[in-house]
Each structure stands twice: as C-alpha cells, then as structure tokens.
C-alpha cells in the first residue's frame, strides 16, 4: 500500500470510528432526550456510517493494480465512491426535512405535546462540534496531501456537520428559552446543510468521472507548453483523462506535412518529455498525435 493510500484508509478510519461513537450517542440522547434537531443530526450520523463502509469498500478496490481489464488501474473507483457518499448525504437529507417540517407544523397547530430537551442533549451537541472541527481539520489536510476526491466529500461532509451541530444548538437553547418549534426548525435548517453538500459532492465527482478538464488554466498550461516545442505549428485536440490524482493527456499536434514521420516521431517526444518534466508526477501518460497542419 502506498503512502497516499495509508494516509487516506486513516482518514477514512477515523472518521468512521468517530461517526460510530456520534450516531449512537446523538440517537439515543435525541429520543430520549426529547429533541428532535439531535434526533436528526443522530440520523446523520448514522448515514455517515454507513457511507464509511461503502466507501472502505471501493477504497479497497481502487488499490488494486492495473490489470488487461483495466490497463489504467481502478482509481476511478474514488469518484465512484464519493458519488455513493454524495447519495447517501441526499437521501438523509431529504428525510430529516419532511420530518422536520412536519414536527413544526404539528407544533404549530398543537398536535404535538413539547417537551423540554434535557441538558444532555446541549451537551451532546457541543461536544459533536468540536469533534468535528477537529475531523475537518484532520480530513482536509490529509485531502491536499493526496488529492483524493473520496478525501474531498468527506472534509466536505465533515464542515456540513459542523454547520449541522451549530444549528442544533440554536434549536435547542431557542426551545429550552420558550420557541417549542425552533427545535425541529433547526433540523430542518441541519437537512439543508446535508442536501447541498450531497449535490455539491456529486457534482464535482461526476465532472471527474466524465474526463472534464480541471480548469482552463491547467488546460492553457498544456497547449502553452506544447506550442513551444520548435516545430509545432497548433494545437488541434486536446483530451484530459484523470485517474487517481494523476492525469492522461491525449493531444493531437500539427507539423509541417513535408517532414518525414521520423521526424514527426522526435517533435512529439520533444512535447511529450517537456510536458512530463513541467508537471513532474501530476502526469500519468502523454500520448502524442501529429497531422500535417498550416501554422498557426
């Protein structure tokens, strides 16, 4: 196993140990406790559970080598897995709203007896807020040191529960202070937290899955340095695969069409050792292209 894969299984390790410990501490202080916005923040956690699991199995996969199958490896199974997270995240969302939404109106109408939260359940939610913090912190580091977008979703979800537990807070002060329906409000408010996340995850992950280009920086970068290569005359495709954090490039050249294919041959490695050289291990694989082509 390498380096960046130890260091995500102990992110990833972690995080389920601790979500383990929060799901069953808020669920049970919720019910019991009598606060809905724990409740929901419990089933959250429970979510996260088990998206942990789905996401140490395709972690497991991801390191396995290339094989005649698969020639350039299964990294691809990281934004797989973080569209599962993202999955998870939405479904929980969607959830904990209507039930929310649902406790406020019964309140509201007086179908539903408040009662006062216990003290435990203020307790519990601090203390899931600064374990969180302390997760985020953990997980984004680990994220920039390998670049791993399951890292990403992660950190992601991890500020998403930190601006879970604020809310809970608020809810449960406010309802303890006399406002019955902030508590369930603020599991509302926690569901919006969930669902962007979960869309925001997905999205990211699904631009990797279909080889869109980072940026066009990045993008301009590429062309910029193939274009210097003396007797490059354009740059006429440019395609960009990512696998793990690394990139394929696919780049068509145009040269001049009265030169031999040797010659071709030594232009186009010309471009393929300089974009090597520049991006360092950024880069997987350059795969060269050459057609005849009027200067541009």
Request: glycine content about 6%.
């Amino acid at each position: 196993m390498s380096e960046r894969d130890r260091i995500t299984a102990r992110t990833v390790n972690l995080g389920l140990a601790s979500n383990v410990i929060l799901a069953l501490l808020k669920t049970a202080f919720g019910i019991f406790g009598h606060s809905g916005a724990l409740l929901a923040d419990g089933i959250n956690s429970v979510s996260d559970v088990v998206y942990y699991v789905a996401v140490k199995i395709f972690m497991r996969q991801a390191n396995k080598p290339a094989d005649r199958e698969h020639p350039f490896g299964h990294r691809q199974l990281e934004s797989i897995s973080a569209i599962v997270v993202g999955a998870f995240i939405i479904t929980t969302a969607i959830a904990i709203f209507l039930e929310s939404i649902t406790k406020v109106y019964g309140l509201a109408v007086d179908h539903y007896q408040f009662k006062e939260s216990s003290v435990w359940v203020q307790v519990i939610a601090v203390g899931t807020l600064l374990l969180k913090i302390i997760l985020y912190s953990f997980s984004k580091k680990n994220w920039r040191r390998t670049e791993n977008p399951t890292l990403k979703a992660l950190t992601d979800d991890h500020l998403n529960d930190i601006m879970a537990s604020a809310a809970v807070i608020v809810g449960v002060v406010a309802a303890r202070l006399g406002w019955a329906w902030m508590d369930p409000a603020a599991g509302a408010v926690v569901a919006v937290f969930i669902f962007r996340t979960g869309i925001s995850i997905i999205m990211e992950s699904s631009a990797e899955l279909m080889d869109a280009i980072p940026d066009n920086e990045f993008a301009q970068k590429i062309r910029d340095i193939a274009i210097s290569v003396e007797g490059v005359r354009c740059i006429e495709e440019l395609g960009i695969h990512r696998f793990g954090t690394a990139y394929t490039l696919e780049i068509t050249i145009c040269v001049d069409g009265e030169i031999s294919v040797n010659e071709g041959h030594v232009i186009a490695h010309k471009v393929e050792d300089k974009l090597l050289s520049h991006f360092e291990s950024g880069l997987r694989r350059v795969m060269i292209h050459f057609h005849p082509g009027a200067e541009q």
